[in-house]
T-cell receptor
């Protein structure tokens, strides 16, 4: 079983739609969680960290459920520019510093 | 300021050749990471340096993969006797002491 699992999609939505991505992780000892965004043929970039209490950054809301080992990302009022792959990330590795990525969920927003 | 840079951006190697991929981290960043990203997959962790010390190499897939960072800045990832399954984008990332890692543009390796 992979450490981080995501539905790969693709999710095809119209502009203005609300879309939600989910992710599960296997290591119950994991302490830090993130969403990264990766545009086609580009490097991943940090979108937002995920906190236990949930956090919001503009149109983006991230939630963490430690009991279910489940992370979510909600995007409201989707824009064309939101089209990308969204990577769920957990901190891991022997030194506790490696980013452990899911396979990514592809979002395509159309006009 | 300058971000993470990697060279070459593209590399084609014949099966069995050795390759060396270079990473220049953001100046002053203590931590440096290498990841491998196969087509359609998320990046997979290879190895981690703190300054010149390689503290985690648990992700290196075989002993054909070797990484170094001798002076605590530039790093080189070397792959010996390349195989077709080594074809991927190799991403380098650096960070200070926090968890945000800044990625370079990657080196796309194709083994023919």
């Amino acid at each position: 079983r992979k450490e981080v699992e995501q539905d790969p999609g693709p999710f095809n939505v119209p502009e203005g739609a609300t879309v939600a991505f989910n992710c599960t992780y296997s290591n119950s000892a994991s302490q830090s969680f993130f969403w990264y965004r990766q545009d086609c043929r580009k490097e991943p970039k940090l979108l937002m960290s995920v906190y236990s209490s949930g956090n919001e950054d503009g149109r983006f809301t991230a939630q963490l459920n430690r009991a279910s080992q489940y992370i979510s990302l909600l995007i409201r009022d989707s824009k064309l520019s939101d089209s990308a792959t969204y990577l769920c990330v957990v901190i891991g590795g022997q030194a506790g510093t490696a980013l452990i990525f899911g396979k990514g969920t592809t979002l395509s927003v159309s006009s | 300021g300058a971000g993470v840079s990697q060279s070459p951006r593209y590399k084609v190697a014949k099966r069995g050749q050795d390759v060396a991929l270079r990473c220049d981290p953001i100046s002053g960043h203590v931590s440096l990471f290498w990841y491998q990203q196969a087509l359609g997959q998320g990046p997979e962790f290879l190895t981690y340096f703190q300054n010149e010390a390689q503290l985690d190499k648990s992700g290196l897939p075989s002993d054909r993969f070797f990484a170094e960072r001798p002076e605590g800045s530039v790093s080189t990832l070397k792959i010996q006797r390349t195989q077709q399954e080594d074809s991927a984008v190799y991403l380098c990332a650096s960070s200070t002491t926090g968890y945000e890692q800044y990625f370079g543009p990657g080196t796309r390796l194709t083994v023919t």
